[in-house]
């Protein structure tokens, strides 16, 4: 039997002990030894994003930069960002739509020191800003795993899984609304900072690294908070990773969790200061802030459980990709649907699967559970957040399936025998990297205008009234700076089957009937044809009676007479239709629009009589007999 020493002698010289694990190299160490690999992040990063410096604003940008006060005081307005609720400066006053509130200040803080140096609006600018931090991101991310999980074998010699992580987070598809909508900065700021707080962090508690960089963590982690809540998972990821990695110093998990509590506690303070304590299950009556407004309980699980399923298939095969997923782009589903048991079960796989292997410290428990933990708050499940899902609240968490792929990889690849394990990773690694990539610089285009991204939203959500009303509306738009009469009317008629289609879909969504009856005004000012004007406008009355264009616009025909008697027939029509309803509401406004009638026919006998019948179900005496009487005295 061979000795101790000499069984301990025969063992691998380059297996790492615990303490050469932990043993953390000068701090300048990284950027001198892998500075190739830092240039080779930011160089793939404008590969894959440069076309979009020359994009401008669409989407919600319009909410944060290009119709905010605060953002457009610039310098002088980053006071108010901080001290109000995020909304505040589109609306000039707060507004909670959605469940809860939007205390976001940082984003908005630096479109604002943007605005203040040009003293103008440059989204190629902006852009670039967002290419840069979403390097920087995945560098920090490299750095983190490589600290994570010093001890896997890099690929020939050069390629760790903290560079395969990162690259292969780098050119995930699902993550191209974040950083080539400009407003998706607050989501590339949370990740970037929330990173960062884990990589100083770990470097303190794991590695013995000076408080500094404990102090470094809290601030980051606090400019993660502020730029989106998000971050606030980051409170049990944080410790975790030093739980589950951090070898004989895994006790000091609980001090990191006891500071980031105490930062926590101070964000949670500012944000109820500031922006008031959210109302949790706070009634939401407009479907497209609330999507789940027609549904029942079980319908609302079901349906969550099927968008949570959407969001690993889009994981693994990232197309097609939309921004809209409003009603109904997710459908109403119900626990009669294959594909709801199926999520259902995938996740409790997850969570089974991922507590047996954290439980045994392993990376894939860990990834698994960084994905559960950081999806949380995006799952529709602790808070409505005003829509199905969307490209971007996967963001963060899809670093957790970046890392469980890459595991797979490495830990796999060592099983495939007769062939070199760094050639079986490399090859396996290649395809979700290239066709990933290919797949983003294909999905980048769709962000230079808003008539792109609604065209390509309209491929995947043509079942989406807001897709629907906002393809309208870029047609709209299109139409307005157009100078080609042909191409207006051809913009106009190819615009009005897209409003109706939303109004369809949602017959009380506003927006969609604006555009309907916006639509419609502008086909009658090329086209003078009034029955078609006055058949659009019915339609919306039923619906949306209160979209002001419509009385606005009925008060311009009025004055230009182009027909009176189609025009109190139209009155006559509209009014009985209302009155109909039985409901006071409808009775006021049959009224309304019947007096707008009497504007242009004040002798019809009809319009006298039913205008005095409004009034009389509505209980206002005098006006009723005022009509009544004149309808009596008519012919």
Known sequence: MAKKSQVKAAQPANKPTKTEVLTYPKADVFWVNHWWKILLIFAACFILYHKTASFGYVLDDQIVITDNTFTKKG?????????????????????????????????LITFAMEYGIFNELRPGFSHIINILLYALSCVFIM??????????????????????????????????EAVANIKGRDEVMALLFSVASLLFLIQYYMYGQSQVYKYLGLICYLLGLLSKENTITFLAVIPMSIWAFGGQHSGKAWRSLAWLSLISFIYLMLRFNVAGVPEIGQKITDIMNN???????????????????LYVKLLFIPWPLTHDYYPYAIPIMNWGMWKVWLSFLLYAAMVYWGYKTLKQKQVSGYAIWYYLITLTIVSNVVINLGTFMNDRFIYMPSLGFCLLLV?????????????????????FLSVPLLTFGALSLLRVPDWETALSLNQSAMRVSENSARANSFMATALFNEYKESKDDTERARLLDEAMPYAKKAADIIPEYFNANLMVAGVAGEQYSMNKNLDQLLASFEQVIYRRPDVPFLTEY??????????????????????????????????????????????????????????????????????????????AGLQ
């Open 291 to 309: 999507p789940f407004l027609e549904m029942n309980a079980g319908e609302k699980l079901a349906t969550i459980l099927y968008t949570l399923g």
């Open 143 to 176: 750095r983190v795993i490589q600290l994570l999980v010093p001890d896997k074998k890099p690929v020939f010699g050069f390629l760790d899984m903290g560079l395969a992580v990162a690259l292969l987070f780098l050119v995930h598809p699902i993550h191209v």
């Open 554 to 631: 009925l008060q311009y025909l009025n004055r230009l007479m182009p027909d009176m008697n189609k025009l109190t027939a139209f009155y006559i029509k509209v009014g009985k239709k209302l009155m109909s309803e039985n409901n006071i509401d409808q009775y006021k406004w049959a009224a309304h629009f019947m007096k707008l009638g009497l504007e242009v026919n004040p002798a019809d006998k009809t319009l006298n009589q039913l205008t005095g019948e409004c009034f009389n179900a509505l209980g206002d005496r005098n006006q009723a007999a005022q009509y009544l009487t004149r309808a």
């Open 407 to 427: 595991w797979a990889i490495w830990f796999y690849g060592e099983k495939i025998k007769n062939v070199s394990y760094d050639v079986v990773r490399l090859g």
């Open 75 to 107: 310098f002088g307005g980053i006071y108010e960002l901080l001290t109000t609720e995020s909304m505040t400066g589109y609306f000039n006053a707060q507004k909670n739509l959605v469940e809860g509130n939007r205390y976001r200040p940082l984003s």
